[in-house]
């Protein structure tokens, strides 16, 4: 498994940004995927998570109508698409595939300041 996260960067508060995470080693199509974050000091959380063929998405409460994630299978990659940030919502941002819980890739930065 081998899992790469980039589009993270710096980003003003009410800004845009869209993460990618491409995968390899496993047959993606057929596992859910998620994306994770952990701020400085803070434990590990679930942000969003996506079903196998995309058809289901499930989001923490405090991300819900700002995030999206989404996953093309041709590309093995899958995406947080994250609109009005938050100054909360910077932390390092993580994949996980549901084909090896434990494997966590090198993550993205995103840091919302003014």
């Known amino acids: 498994v081998q899992l790469v996260e980039s589009g993270g960067g710096l980003v003003q508060p009410g800004g845009s940004l869209r993460l990618s995470c491409a995968a390899s080693g496993f047959t993606f199509s057929s596992y859910y995927m998620s994306w994770y974050r952990q701020a400085p000091g803070k434990e590990r959380e679930l942000v969003a998570g996506?079903?196998?063929?995309?058809?289901?998405?499930n989001y923490v409460q405090s991300v819900k109508g700002r995030f999206t994630i989404s996953r093309d299978n041709a590309k093995n990659t899958v995406y947080l698409q994250m609109n009005s940030l938050k100054p909360e919502d910077t932390a390092v941002y993580y994949c996980?595939?549901?084909?090896?819980?434990?494997?966590w890739g090198q993550g993205t930065q995103v840091t919302v300041s003014s």
């Open positions: 996506i079903s196998s063929t995309g058809a289901y998405t």
């Open positions: 996980n595939t549901a084909a090896r819980r434990d494997y």
